[in-house]
């Protein structure tokens, strides 16, 4: 099992405002369609390719396509590494802010 404490650092990928509250989502929700991150975030779509695009070269989220009643639909989930990336992320801001005892 991986030391806690080496996970807690500042990452520049996850730390954009948007990227990080896609993260934090995916965190929350699990695997999300990318309409319900794009209204939620009140970004537009090419915006929100845009960050999803830097999130998934970085191998923190899985973009999965697919259609469901005959319409095109994309998913979007973190993975492991994106999980372990945001944790960190969220832990380090905690540290700096005096808050490094609470969970993310």
Known sequence: ?????????????????????????????????????????????PTLSKHLRILEAAGYVDILK?????????????TDAGREAFTGHVAFLRTIVGADDAEP
């Open 1 to 45: 099992m991986p030391d806690p404490q080496s996970a807690v650092r500042f990452n520049e990928i996850v730390h954009g405002a948007v990227r990080l509250r896609v993260c934090a989502m995916l965190q929350q929700l699990g695997t999300t369609e990318f309409r319900l991150l794009r209204n939620s975030l009140e970004v537009s779509d």
């Open 66 to 78: 697919g259609i469901v009643a005959s319409r095109p639909r994309t998913r979007v989930q973190l």
